[in-house]
Protein backbone atom coordinates (compact mmCIF):
# COMPACT_ATOMS: atom_id res chain seq x y z
CA UNK A 1 0.00 0.00 0.00
CA UNK A 2 1.21 3.34 -0.24
CA UNK A 3 1.28 5.70 2.30
CA UNK A 4 0.81 9.36 1.89
CA UNK A 5 -0.76 11.44 4.62
CA UNK A 6 -2.35 15.49 4.15
CA UNK A 7 -2.35 17.55 7.43
CA UNK A 8 -3.43 21.31 7.01
CA UNK A 9 -1.67 22.11 10.32
CA UNK A 10 -1.74 20.66 14.07
CA UNK A 11 -1.38 24.07 15.66
CA UNK A 12 -4.20 26.60 16.97
CA UNK A 13 -3.39 30.19 16.08
CA UNK A 14 -2.98 32.28 19.44
CA UNK A 15 -4.70 35.26 19.86
CA UNK A 16 -2.92 38.16 17.65
CA UNK A 17 -2.42 41.51 18.94
CA UNK A 18 -3.71 44.37 16.67
CA UNK A 19 -0.27 46.16 15.59
CA UNK A 20 -1.60 48.80 13.69
CA UNK A 21 -2.08 52.29 14.90
CA UNK A 22 -4.18 55.08 13.65
CA UNK A 23 -2.82 57.13 10.46
CA UNK A 24 -1.19 60.25 11.39
CA UNK A 25 -3.12 63.43 10.29
CA UNK A 26 -6.46 61.32 10.62
CA UNK A 27 -7.50 63.55 13.60
CA UNK A 28 -9.99 66.34 12.98
CA UNK A 29 -8.69 69.73 13.53
CA UNK A 30 -9.81 71.87 15.75
CA UNK A 31 -12.43 74.06 14.19
CA UNK A 32 -12.19 77.95 14.09
CA UNK A 33 -14.13 79.86 17.04
CA UNK A 34 -16.21 82.53 15.69
CA UNK A 35 -15.49 86.28 16.78
CA UNK A 36 -16.70 87.20 20.48
CA UNK A 37 -16.61 82.91 21.76
CA UNK A 38 -14.61 81.39 23.77
CA UNK A 39 -13.52 78.13 23.19
CA UNK A 40 -15.59 75.37 24.96
CA UNK A 41 -18.20 77.61 26.48
CA UNK A 42 -21.52 77.38 26.28
CA UNK A 43 -24.54 79.86 25.79
CA UNK A 44 -22.44 83.02 24.39
CA UNK A 45 -24.14 85.75 22.69
CA UNK A 46 -22.90 86.55 18.80
CA UNK A 47 -23.49 90.32 20.28
CA UNK A 48 -23.55 92.76 17.28
CA UNK A 49 -21.92 90.19 14.33
CA UNK A 50 -24.05 90.88 11.17
CA UNK A 51 -26.01 88.40 9.13
CA UNK A 52 -23.46 88.55 6.46
CA UNK A 53 -20.64 87.91 8.71
CA UNK A 54 -22.66 84.91 10.25
CA UNK A 55 -23.00 83.70 6.76
CA UNK A 56 -19.34 84.33 6.07
CA UNK A 57 -18.32 82.36 9.30
CA UNK A 58 -20.60 79.43 7.96
CA UNK A 59 -19.26 78.97 4.64
CA UNK A 60 -15.39 78.98 6.87
CA UNK A 61 -16.68 76.23 8.93
CA UNK A 62 -18.52 74.38 6.15
CA UNK A 63 -14.71 74.55 4.02
CA UNK A 64 -13.02 73.30 7.44
CA UNK A 65 -15.45 70.52 7.66
CA UNK A 66 -14.82 69.26 4.32
CA UNK A 67 -11.22 69.89 4.61
CA UNK A 68 -10.75 67.85 7.56
CA UNK A 69 -12.90 65.18 5.94
CA UNK A 70 -10.53 64.93 3.35
CA UNK A 71 -7.82 64.71 5.88
CA UNK A 72 -9.60 62.04 7.47
CA UNK A 73 -10.02 60.37 4.27
CA UNK A 74 -6.03 60.08 2.94
CA UNK A 75 -4.66 59.65 6.00
CA UNK A 76 -1.19 59.73 5.92
CA UNK A 77 -0.99 60.88 2.19
CA UNK A 78 -1.99 64.08 3.58
CA UNK A 79 0.77 64.59 5.14
CA UNK A 80 2.50 67.96 4.06
CA UNK A 81 6.20 66.90 2.18
CA UNK A 82 8.41 69.41 3.95
CA UNK A 83 11.72 67.53 3.16
CA UNK A 84 12.05 65.79 6.30
CA UNK A 85 9.63 64.17 8.79
CA UNK A 86 8.44 65.82 11.74
CA UNK A 87 9.82 64.40 14.92
CA UNK A 88 6.04 63.50 16.27
CA UNK A 89 5.55 60.79 13.25
CA UNK A 90 7.42 57.86 11.67
CA UNK A 91 8.47 57.83 8.63
CA UNK A 92 5.87 56.08 5.97
CA UNK A 93 6.48 53.37 3.88
CA UNK A 94 4.42 51.16 1.21
CA UNK A 95 5.81 47.92 -0.05
CA UNK A 96 5.12 46.87 -3.37
CA UNK A 97 5.82 43.55 -4.72
CA UNK A 98 4.32 41.37 -7.57
CA UNK A 99 2.94 39.16 -5.86
CA UNK A 100 1.71 37.99 -1.79
CA UNK A 101 1.51 34.50 -2.08
CA UNK A 102 3.10 31.37 0.35
CA UNK A 103 6.82 32.26 -0.25
CA UNK A 104 10.04 33.47 1.51
CA UNK A 105 9.62 37.13 0.60
CA UNK A 106 6.12 37.40 1.60
CA UNK A 107 6.77 35.48 4.73
CA UNK A 108 9.76 38.02 5.18
CA UNK A 109 7.01 40.76 5.00
CA UNK A 110 4.85 39.08 7.44
CA UNK A 111 7.59 38.65 10.06
CA UNK A 112 8.78 42.15 9.70
CA UNK A 113 5.71 43.99 10.23
CA UNK A 114 5.28 42.10 13.50
CA UNK A 115 7.93 43.51 14.78
CA UNK A 116 8.53 47.07 13.30
CA UNK A 117 8.36 50.13 16.07
CA UNK A 118 5.46 52.17 14.70
CA UNK A 119 6.83 54.83 16.67
CA UNK A 120 9.88 55.12 14.07
CA UNK A 121 7.92 52.72 10.83
CA UNK A 122 4.85 52.47 9.91
CA UNK A 123 3.51 50.60 6.77
CA UNK A 124 0.52 52.14 5.23
CA UNK A 125 -0.45 49.48 3.19
CA UNK A 126 0.99 46.45 0.56
CA UNK A 127 0.40 46.41 -3.16
CA UNK A 128 0.28 43.51 -5.80
CA UNK A 129 0.98 43.74 -8.66
CA UNK A 130 -0.68 40.70 -10.48
CA UNK A 131 -3.81 39.87 -9.19
CA UNK A 132 -3.52 36.25 -10.18
CA UNK A 133 -0.85 36.07 -7.77
CA UNK A 134 -2.62 36.96 -4.52
CA UNK A 135 -3.49 34.57 -1.81
CA UNK A 136 -6.70 35.63 0.32
CA UNK A 137 -5.64 33.61 3.02
CA UNK A 138 -2.31 35.58 3.30
CA UNK A 139 -3.71 38.99 2.74
CA UNK A 140 -5.64 38.06 5.86
CA UNK A 141 -2.81 37.46 7.55
CA UNK A 142 -1.45 40.85 7.25
CA UNK A 143 -2.44 43.91 10.04
CA UNK A 144 -2.33 46.13 7.07
CA UNK A 145 -4.19 46.78 4.13
CA UNK A 146 -3.83 44.93 0.66
CA UNK A 147 -4.10 46.37 -2.83
CA UNK A 148 -4.32 45.06 -5.80
CA UNK A 149 -3.29 47.37 -8.64
CA UNK A 150 -0.59 48.37 -11.22
CA UNK A 151 0.84 51.70 -12.99
CA UNK A 152 -1.70 53.95 -11.04
CA UNK A 153 -1.73 52.42 -7.56
CA UNK A 154 2.16 52.36 -7.38
CA UNK A 155 2.22 56.24 -9.00
CA UNK A 156 -0.26 56.77 -6.21
CA UNK A 157 1.96 55.28 -3.46
CA UNK A 158 4.79 56.97 -4.53
CA UNK A 159 3.26 60.45 -4.23
CA UNK A 160 1.87 59.21 -0.33
CA UNK A 161 4.65 57.84 1.25
CA UNK A 162 7.90 58.57 2.49
CA UNK A 163 9.34 55.34 1.34
CA UNK A 164 8.80 52.96 -1.48
CA UNK A 165 9.53 49.27 -0.57
CA UNK A 166 9.67 47.34 -3.48
CA UNK A 167 10.70 44.06 -4.88
CA UNK A 168 9.90 41.48 -8.25
CA UNK A 169 8.63 44.79 -10.01
CA UNK A 170 10.12 46.93 -12.56
CA UNK A 171 9.41 50.67 -11.83
CA UNK A 172 11.02 52.93 -14.22
CA UNK A 173 8.38 53.32 -16.84
CA UNK A 174 5.64 53.72 -14.03
CA UNK A 175 7.69 56.03 -11.91
CA UNK A 176 9.68 57.70 -14.32
CA UNK A 177 7.45 60.96 -14.05
CA UNK A 178 6.58 60.53 -10.26
CA UNK A 179 9.43 59.85 -8.29
CA UNK A 180 9.48 58.59 -4.88
CA UNK A 181 10.73 60.23 -2.04
CA UNK A 182 13.04 57.80 -1.21
CA UNK A 183 12.77 54.20 -3.10
CA UNK A 184 14.72 51.11 -1.74
CA UNK A 185 14.92 47.85 -3.11
CA UNK A 186 14.53 44.68 -2.16
CA UNK A 187 17.06 41.74 -3.58
CA UNK A 188 15.64 38.59 -1.95
CA UNK A 189 16.99 36.03 -4.23
CA UNK A 190 20.38 35.42 -6.44
CA UNK A 191 18.71 33.96 -9.90
CA UNK A 192 19.14 36.39 -12.71
CA UNK A 193 15.95 37.64 -12.57
CA UNK A 194 16.96 39.82 -9.80
CA UNK A 195 19.10 41.47 -11.27
CA UNK A 196 16.97 42.41 -14.51
CA UNK A 197 14.54 43.50 -12.18
CA UNK A 198 17.07 46.34 -10.40
CA UNK A 199 18.17 47.18 -13.74
CA UNK A 200 14.26 47.64 -14.67
CA UNK A 201 14.44 49.60 -11.80
CA UNK A 202 17.56 51.91 -11.57
CA UNK A 203 16.27 55.17 -12.96
CA UNK A 204 14.30 54.86 -9.26
CA UNK A 205 15.99 53.06 -7.17
CA UNK A 206 18.08 54.93 -4.29
CA UNK A 207 19.27 51.82 -2.26
CA UNK A 208 19.04 48.08 -2.67
CA UNK A 209 18.89 45.64 0.75
CA UNK A 210 20.36 42.56 -0.34
CA UNK A 211 19.47 39.47 2.09
CA UNK A 212 23.13 37.97 1.72
CA UNK A 213 27.03 39.38 0.28
CA UNK A 214 26.40 36.49 -2.10
CA UNK A 215 23.23 38.17 -3.64
CA UNK A 216 24.93 41.48 -3.37
CA UNK A 217 27.87 40.17 -5.83
CA UNK A 218 25.85 38.58 -8.07
CA UNK A 219 23.10 41.14 -8.29
CA UNK A 220 23.55 44.33 -6.78
CA UNK A 221 26.23 45.71 -9.05
CA UNK A 222 25.93 49.60 -9.98
CA UNK A 223 23.74 50.52 -6.86
CA UNK A 224 24.47 51.23 -3.30
CA UNK A 225 23.99 48.33 -1.26
CA UNK A 226 23.26 47.22 2.61
CA UNK A 227 23.04 43.59 3.50
CA UNK A 228 20.51 42.91 6.34
CA UNK A 229 20.07 38.85 6.98
CA UNK A 230 16.42 37.45 6.80
CA UNK A 231 15.35 36.96 10.59
CA UNK A 232 12.02 34.71 11.48
CA UNK A 233 9.68 35.04 13.99
CA UNK A 234 9.30 31.80 16.53
CA UNK A 235 5.37 32.46 17.05
CA UNK A 236 5.33 30.11 13.72
CA UNK A 237 7.17 27.64 15.03
CA UNK A 238 5.26 26.90 18.56
CA UNK A 239 4.63 22.91 19.55
CA UNK A 240 1.35 21.34 20.20
CA UNK A 241 2.12 17.64 20.67
CA UNK A 242 5.06 15.63 21.98
CA UNK A 243 7.31 14.60 19.20
CA UNK A 244 6.42 11.21 19.52
CA UNK A 245 3.20 11.94 19.36
CA UNK A 246 3.51 13.65 15.69
CA UNK A 247 5.47 11.50 14.48
CA UNK A 248 3.22 8.35 15.08
CA UNK A 249 0.32 9.93 13.77
CA UNK A 250 2.91 10.65 10.33
CA UNK A 251 3.23 6.89 10.25
CA UNK A 252 6.84 7.22 11.59
CA UNK A 253 7.84 4.31 14.19
CA UNK A 254 10.80 5.46 17.16
CA UNK A 255 13.31 3.75 15.08
CA UNK A 256 12.77 5.46 12.01
CA UNK A 257 15.60 8.76 10.76
CA UNK A 258 13.02 11.21 9.35
CA UNK A 259 14.51 13.35 6.72
CA UNK A 260 12.28 16.76 6.06
CA UNK A 261 11.60 19.28 3.84
CA UNK A 262 9.52 22.70 3.99
CA UNK A 263 8.61 25.17 1.37
CA UNK A 264 7.27 25.41 -1.92
CA UNK A 265 7.22 22.37 -4.51
CA UNK A 266 9.09 24.67 -7.14
CA UNK A 267 11.51 23.65 -9.92
CA UNK A 268 14.60 25.88 -7.91
CA UNK A 269 14.02 23.89 -4.91
CA UNK A 270 14.72 20.17 -6.25
CA UNK A 271 12.87 18.69 -3.76
CA UNK A 272 12.87 15.63 -5.92
CA UNK A 273 16.32 15.05 -5.02
CA UNK A 274 15.29 14.24 -1.31
CA UNK A 275 13.35 11.74 -2.69
CA UNK A 276 16.16 10.27 -4.73
CA UNK A 277 18.59 10.39 -1.69
CA UNK A 278 15.80 8.27 0.61
CA UNK A 279 15.57 5.56 -1.76
CA UNK A 280 19.44 5.12 -1.37
CA UNK A 281 18.81 4.76 2.04
CA UNK A 282 18.24 2.03 3.82
CA UNK A 283 14.35 1.39 4.47
CA UNK A 284 14.05 3.07 8.26
CA UNK A 285 14.68 6.06 6.58
CA UNK A 286 11.82 8.17 5.83
CA UNK A 287 10.94 11.66 4.41
CA UNK A 288 8.89 13.88 5.45
CA UNK A 289 7.82 17.14 3.19
CA UNK A 290 6.32 19.73 4.28
CA UNK A 291 4.66 22.31 1.92
CA UNK A 292 3.00 23.72 -1.21
CA UNK A 293 3.13 24.48 -4.99
CA UNK A 294 3.05 23.70 -8.39
CA UNK A 295 5.64 20.54 -8.10
CA UNK A 296 3.10 18.59 -5.98
CA UNK A 297 1.22 16.47 -8.07
CA UNK A 298 4.88 15.56 -9.98
CA UNK A 299 6.28 15.16 -6.52
CA UNK A 300 3.59 12.99 -5.28
CA UNK A 301 3.96 10.44 -8.62
CA UNK A 302 7.90 10.35 -8.02
CA UNK A 303 7.58 9.53 -4.30
CA UNK A 304 5.03 7.03 -4.80
CA UNK A 305 7.42 5.29 -7.09
CA UNK A 306 10.69 5.06 -5.83
CA UNK A 307 9.68 5.12 -1.34
CA UNK A 308 6.13 3.64 -1.36
CA UNK A 309 5.06 3.65 2.13
CA UNK A 310 8.18 5.53 3.43
CA UNK A 311 7.08 9.19 3.23
CA UNK A 312 4.38 11.70 4.57
CA UNK A 313 3.36 14.87 2.85
CA UNK A 314 1.57 17.70 4.76
CA UNK A 315 0.54 21.11 3.43
CA UNK A 316 1.25 23.98 6.45
CA UNK A 317 2.80 27.38 6.25
CA UNK A 318 2.10 28.48 9.85
CA UNK A 319 2.80 27.17 13.52
CA UNK A 320 5.41 24.75 11.85
CA UNK A 321 6.99 23.84 14.98
CA UNK A 322 5.60 19.84 15.33
CA UNK A 323 6.52 19.16 11.99
CA UNK A 324 10.74 20.37 12.66
CA UNK A 325 10.42 18.24 15.96
CA UNK A 326 9.37 15.55 14.03
CA UNK A 327 12.37 15.77 11.46
CA UNK A 328 15.99 13.94 12.56
CA UNK A 329 17.62 16.10 10.52
CA UNK A 330 16.40 19.27 7.54
CA UNK A 331 17.27 19.04 3.80
CA UNK A 332 17.40 21.96 1.36
CA UNK A 333 19.07 21.56 -1.41
CA UNK A 334 17.87 24.58 -3.84
CA UNK A 335 19.47 25.13 -7.04
CA UNK A 336 19.25 29.42 -5.71
CA UNK A 337 18.27 30.95 -2.86
CA UNK A 338 18.47 34.45 -1.09
CA UNK A 339 18.00 34.12 2.60
CA UNK A 340 16.33 30.85 3.53
CA UNK A 341 13.83 31.43 5.79
CA UNK A 342 13.28 27.46 6.79
CA UNK A 343 16.80 26.82 7.15
CA UNK A 344 16.86 29.38 9.91
CA UNK A 345 13.55 28.13 11.71
CA UNK A 346 14.97 24.59 11.59
CA UNK A 347 17.74 25.82 13.24
CA UNK A 348 15.63 27.57 15.89
CA UNK A 349 14.30 24.41 16.45
CA UNK A 350 17.29 22.38 17.05
CA UNK A 351 17.24 20.57 13.81
CA UNK A 352 20.55 19.51 11.85
CA UNK A 353 20.33 21.06 8.46
CA UNK A 354 21.63 19.39 5.43
CA UNK A 355 21.95 22.46 2.64
CA UNK A 356 23.67 23.31 -0.53
CA UNK A 357 25.78 26.32 -0.62
CA UNK A 358 23.81 29.11 -2.10
CA UNK A 359 22.07 32.38 -0.93
CA UNK A 360 22.95 32.84 2.67
CA UNK A 361 24.58 29.70 3.12
CA UNK A 362 28.07 30.70 2.99
CA UNK A 363 28.02 32.97 5.22
CA UNK A 364 26.07 31.48 7.79
CA UNK A 365 26.68 27.51 7.96
CA UNK A 366 30.28 26.18 8.62
CA UNK A 367 30.71 22.67 7.46
CA UNK A 368 30.07 20.09 9.93
CA UNK A 369 29.93 22.45 12.74
CA UNK A 370 26.50 24.26 12.52
CA UNK A 371 25.67 22.38 9.63
CA UNK A 372 26.36 19.95 6.55
CA UNK A 373 27.22 21.38 3.16
CA UNK A 374 25.96 19.01 0.17
CA UNK A 375 25.95 19.11 -3.38
CA UNK A 376 22.46 18.88 -5.90
CA UNK A 377 23.44 15.50 -5.84
CA UNK A 378 21.28 12.56 -4.39
CA UNK A 379 24.62 10.61 -3.65
CA UNK A 380 26.20 13.23 -1.26
CA UNK A 381 22.62 13.89 0.15
CA UNK A 382 22.32 10.23 1.11
CA UNK A 383 25.63 10.09 2.83
CA UNK A 384 25.44 13.28 4.40
CA UNK A 385 21.94 11.73 5.82
CA UNK A 386 23.68 8.76 6.76
CA UNK A 387 26.95 10.32 8.64
CA UNK A 388 24.48 12.10 11.29
CA UNK A 389 22.15 8.67 11.50
CA UNK A 390 25.62 7.11 12.24
CA UNK A 391 27.10 9.74 14.83
CA UNK A 392 24.38 11.21 16.88
CA UNK A 393 26.44 13.17 19.54
CA UNK A 394 27.98 14.72 16.99
CA UNK A 395 24.62 15.30 14.98
CA UNK A 396 22.78 16.82 18.36
CA UNK A 397 25.93 18.82 18.89
CA UNK A 398 25.73 20.23 15.29
CA UNK A 399 22.14 20.89 15.61
CA UNK A 400 23.03 22.88 19.48
CA UNK A 401 25.48 25.24 17.66
CA UNK A 402 23.23 25.69 14.33
CA UNK A 403 20.56 26.63 17.20
CA UNK A 404 22.78 29.43 19.42
CA UNK A 405 23.54 31.19 15.51
CA UNK A 406 19.87 31.37 15.38
CA UNK A 407 18.92 32.74 18.54
CA UNK A 408 21.15 35.31 18.28
CA UNK A 409 21.26 36.45 14.60
CA UNK A 410 18.35 34.78 12.91
CA UNK A 411 15.17 36.83 14.87
CA UNK A 412 13.27 38.98 12.63
CA UNK A 413 12.98 41.56 15.94
CA UNK A 414 17.15 41.70 15.08
CA UNK A 415 15.89 42.11 11.33
CA UNK A 416 12.99 44.76 11.93
CA UNK A 417 15.75 47.06 14.13
CA UNK A 418 18.24 47.13 10.94
CA UNK A 419 15.93 48.35 8.86
CA UNK A 420 14.07 50.82 11.29
CA UNK A 421 17.37 51.88 11.55
CA UNK A 422 18.91 52.02 7.60
CA UNK A 423 15.20 53.63 6.62
CA UNK A 424 15.92 56.36 8.97
CA UNK A 425 19.44 57.30 8.11
CA UNK A 426 19.00 57.01 3.99
CA UNK A 427 16.11 59.50 4.80
CA UNK A 428 18.40 61.51 6.88
CA UNK A 429 21.28 61.46 3.86
CA UNK A 430 18.92 61.97 1.42
CA UNK A 431 16.56 64.79 2.60
CA UNK A 432 18.81 66.77 5.47
CA UNK A 433 18.90 70.20 3.79
Known sequence: MIFCRSISRFNVEPERKDMSVAPYGSARPQRAVPNGLTPGVVGQSFGEQSLEALALEAQSLEAQSLEAQSIEAQGSAAILYSGSPPAERPLTVIHVGPCLVRGGAEQWLVDLLRFLDPKKIRVLRAIATEASLTDANLTADLPIPVEVGRAESVQRAARECDILVSWGVGLNDWLK????????????????????????????????????????????????????????????LGRTRPRQAVRASLGFGPGDFVMGYVGRYSVEKHVSILVDAAALLPAHFKLLLVGWGAQRLPLLEHANAL?????????????????????????????????????????????????????????????????????????????????LARHPEWARGMAAEGKAYAEEHGN??????????????????????
Open 177 to 236: DCRPRLSVALAHGEGPWTGIVLKDSDQVIDHVVAVSPSVKDRCCNGFQTSVIYNGVDCSR
Open 307 to 387: IPGRYAMATGWTYLGDYYAAMDAFCLVSETEGGPLVMIEAMHCGRPVVVTSVGSVPEIIKDRINGVVVTRDPLSVAAAVMQ
Open 412 to 433: ARRMAVEYENLFQRLWREKHAT
